[in-house]
């Protein structure tokens, strides 16, 4: 397989899998051709590569930044903006993971927390109810505090190692 193609494929498929861990696919496919780009890459060249409107450009490229995995450049002369993601695959993990927690983890254990709090519970139903949305909520918030040490592990030799066993 010939370099560009290869990369082709590498982009592509990554868009194909953002929309798993929820992001779009035009999102995930600029993320994947600055992480692969040696360079900084302009708007224009983002455009062009991956075929898209400097509109479609531009708000997924604010959202990349707004998650804190690509940053701008700027080049002495140049008039344009240039990005690059970041390049720390430990730091882009811990970013995914922190930005998740708060867009998902964090609204779901606020509503679990809400609904798991019922005052009535005179029913088997309701009692039912209760019991297993507490359950689900204390199970969210532990699992939510993990991941919380796990993204702090460069401050924590314990979650390092932890981190070192994984891989």
Do not use: C
């Not at 194909?16 to 994947?32: P, R």
């Not at 455009?47 to 708000?59: D, H, P």
Request: glycine share 4%; proline share 1%; net charge negative.
């Amino acid at each position: 397989m010939e370099f560009i193609e290869a990369k082709n494929k590498f982009v592509q498929t990554w868009g194909a899998l953002g929309s798993q861990w929820g992001i779009n696919k035009t999102m995930a496919q600029i993320h994947a051709l600055l992480m692969v780009s040696i360079e900084p890459v302009s708007m224009e060249d983002i455009m062009e590569e991956l075929q898209i409107s400097r509109g479609n450009a531009s708000m997924n490229l604010r959202a990349l930044i707004d998650w804190g995995i690509v940053y701008k450049e700027y080049k002495a002369g140049e008039r344009r903006e240039f990005f690059t993601a970041e390049k720390d695959l430990d730091e882009l993990a811990i970013k995914i993971a922190k930005e998740r927690s708060k867009r998902e983890i964090k609204p779901a254990l606020k509503v679990l927390k809400e609904v798991s709090t019922i005052d009535s519970n005179s029913t088997e139903e309701e009692q039912h109810f209760k019991n297993q949305t507490t359950q689900l909520y204390d199970f969210v918030l532990k699992t939510d505090n993990i991941l919380e040490k796990i993204t702090e592990y460069k401050d924590n030799w314990l979650a390092q190692l932890l981190v070192r066993f994984m891989k």
